[in-house]
């Protein structure tokens, strides 16, 4: 069974703080990485993807990837409260197939 | 471009009647997919199409369930009969080929609630 593991949370910062967010994954053969942020009641949106061992910026939001350890993680950089939301892991495992974490669920405390 | 859209946006049903549930993905995409999200089991991918064929219905719950696309703007996943422990958010996304490495849009949902 292909897995994405994710610590539940919640998860709180205070206003301005670093978020740091974590994912394992089960399947060796992945590529593919994502991290996508859902809002109470609102669908998935992508926010950052990531396929090469290392680190990725773009703006505050920052992944990082180790393969040897099958770890992909999250960082926000001066976390807002409209950071808030629940965090969804997700692995490309072969084809398009994309597993998903169960969420961390993030809040930023004004 | 409109996004994904999904109809209905709420489904309200007694137990053992039909549900379908309608997606047309963005223009130009290749791939459509199917989730279902609830608390207790997460986002999970139901079954996904590729040029209008499935290509991997593996995690379709029961034969009560199946999913159909027509064509290449046009999809619906059906219901029959459903079931209270059917009740879920359930997402449609879509994806394309020239799209690096598989980046998924999502429509807003349909909430299913069987009674």
């Known amino acids: 069974q292909k897995e994405v593991e994710q610590n539940s949370g919640p998860l709180s910062v205070p206003e301005g703080a670093i978020a740091s967010l974590n994912c394992t994954y089960s399947?060796?053969?992945?590529?593919?990485f994502f991290w996508y942020r859902q809002y109470s009641g609102k669908s998935p949106e992508l926010i950052m993807f990531?396929?090469?061992?290392g680190d990725k910026e773009d703006g505050r939001f920052t992944a990082q990837l180790n393969k040897a350890s099958q770890y992909v993680s999250l960082l926000i950089r001066d976390s807002q409260p409209s950071d808030s939301a629940t965090y969804l892991c997700?692995?490309?495992?072969?084809?398009?197939?994309?597993?998903f974490g169960a969420g961390t669920r993030l809040f930023v405390k004004a | 471009d409109a996004g994904v859209i999904q109809s209905p946006r709420h489904e309200v049903t007694e137990m053992g009647q039909e549900v379908t549930l309608r997606c047309k993905p963005i223009s130009g995409h290749d791939y459509l997919f199917w989730y279902r999200q609830t608390m207790m089991r997460g986002l999970e991918l139901l079954i996904y199409?590729?040029?209008?064929?499935?290509?991997?219905d593996s995690g379709m719950p029961e034969d009560r369930f199946s999913a159909k696309m027509p064509n290449a703007s046009f999809s619906t996943l059906k219901i029959q009969p459903s079931e209270p422990r059917d009740s879920a958010v359930y997402f449609c996304?879509?994806?394309?080929?020239?799209?690096?490495?598989?980046?998924?849009?999502f429509g807003a949902g349909t909430r299913l609630s069987v009674l």
């Open positions: 399947d060796r053969g992945s590529q593919s």
């Open positions: 996304a879509s994806s394309s080929t020239d799209l690096a490495k598989n980046i998924q849009y």
């Open positions: 990531i396929y090469s061992n």
């Open positions: 199409f590729n040029n209008n064929v499935p290509i991997d």
């Open positions: 997700a692995a490309n495992t072969g084809g398009f197939k994309t597993i």
